[in-house]
């Protein structure tokens, strides 16, 4: 904890502009409470640590709110708590909503009446444990802003770039209207990384910009990215290619369902190879991630199924797309749904009537771009 209760019932903050040996000194005078139990806590002014409070032994409120803190969680949240308040904003560090029973790291209240909760995540949180907090917030009026640790892998500098992002960080990812990014903060870097735009490619792997900003560089409320350039899209979709013909290569050589492979079997019924596939089939679209598999193998299974049924793209009904999805043994879903009804009108955009047919590349990436920039439009 960064924040105590005095013996003269003073609300006492740790900053890190005070040298220690001025609060060895006040360690001293003084005795300092919990400000949610009340139990009295030690404050601990170290070498490894930053100097922080600690319960004198495990209670439940530690195990509630403290949770073993980092060197990093102290830190991080200290930097963004006096970030805030070089921004002359009204921010409260480790603030108490007895109403909810929970404390944000940090609590910011805007001149424009908005109140925010900043939760600078280093530990790992359970989806439900997550999703729960973050509706006790939003219940109340509050805007969650869930910023996790910088993972420490080699991808900080600029630029475009795959990445993988395990379960735990994809969480965090936040929408806007035209884009899916993630924010998250390295305490000992002074260093926000941005991954903005992010398109999903299999599984965890995405393709993403990177961007770093400086601590001294950041606003309130947060910087969000701006929109791909059409130039930035075509690295996007180059590298999106790239990668599904390096998927393609394993996919065929380590097949292990035989004729039952629907992928293989779909390519065989259209009369289509691994190296024959137009261009149109494999391509990123919103909602790819709900889907199984790389989306060359649901695309390629959906024209098969469309011959099988003698179904008609400009036509499709979501009656079609429900027996599409129970026939290729995809969860069917709200996103599901919507992730084949726009690869239709994709297709029906591309004038696309045959899987034969052949689509300039410059008019896909032209109709792609326009479908990626409306990714999340009316969220």
């Known amino acids: 904890m960064l924040v105590a209760i005095t ?58 709110f403290s949770e073993g803190e980092s060197e990093a969680h102290l830190l ?61 917030y939003l219940d109340n009026n509050i805007i969650p802003i869930w910023i996790p640790y910088t993972p420490e892998v080699k991808y900080f500098e600029s630029g475009i770039t795959k990445i993988s992002l395990n379960e735990q960080l994809r969480q965090f990812i936040q929408t806007t209207k035209t884009q899916l990014f993630l924010i998250t903060y390295h305490p000992y870097k ?56 390096q998927f393609l290569k394993y996919r065929l050589h380590f097949s292990r369902k035989g004729v039952n492979d629907l992928f293989l079997r779909s390519l065989y019924e259209l009369r289509l190879t691994l190296s024959s596939l137009p261009n149109f089939i494999g391509v990123p679209l919103r909602g790819n991630e709900s889907m199984k598999g790389f989306a060359v193998e649901w695309q390629a299974a959906l024209f098969y199924f469309m011959q099988l049924s003698g179904s008609v793209y400009g036509s499709i009904e979501k009656q079609d797309i429900l027996h599409f999805l129970k026939w290729a043994g995809i969860d069917q879903s709200d996103r599901t749904i919507a992730t084949v009804h726009e690869y239709c009108n994709l297709i029906k955009k591309l004038s ?26 009316g969220n």
């Open 7 to 64: 013996d003269q019932n003073e609300r006492f903050v740790i900053c890190s502009s005070t040298p220690k040996a001025i609060y060895k000194k006040i360690r001293e005078e003084r005795t300092f409470f919990c400000p949610q139990c009340k139990q009295p806590v030690q404050f601990k002014i170290g070498s490894v640590k930053i100097p922080h409070f600690s319960h004198l032994s495990n209670n439940d409120c530690d195990l509630r």
């Open 76 to 136: 991080g949240k200290q930097q963004l708590y006096e970030l805030f308040q070089s921004l002359q904003l009204n921010v409260e560090l480790e603030s108490y909503l007895p109403f909810i029973k929970q404390r944000p790291d940090l609590l910011v209240k805007t001149s424009k009446d908005n109140t925010f909760a900043i939760e600078f995540q280093c530990s790992t949180i359970s989806k439900e444990k997550y999703l729960y907090r973050s509706k006790g």
């Open 190 to 245: 002074k260093q926000f990384v941005y991954f903005s735009n992010l398109l999903h490619v299999k599984d965890n792997r995405y393709i993403t910009r990177v961007q770093t900003l400086d601590l001294n560089q950041q606003l309130f409320p947060f910087y969000l990215p701006k929109k791909l350039t059409k130039l930035e899209f075509k690295q996007y979709f180059k590298t999106y290619v790239d990668t599904k013909k």
């Open 352 to 377: 696309i009537h045959h899987v034969q047919d052949s689509v300039d590349d410059g008019q896909l990436i032209d109709v792609l771009y326009d479908q990626f920039l409306a990714l999340n439009n």
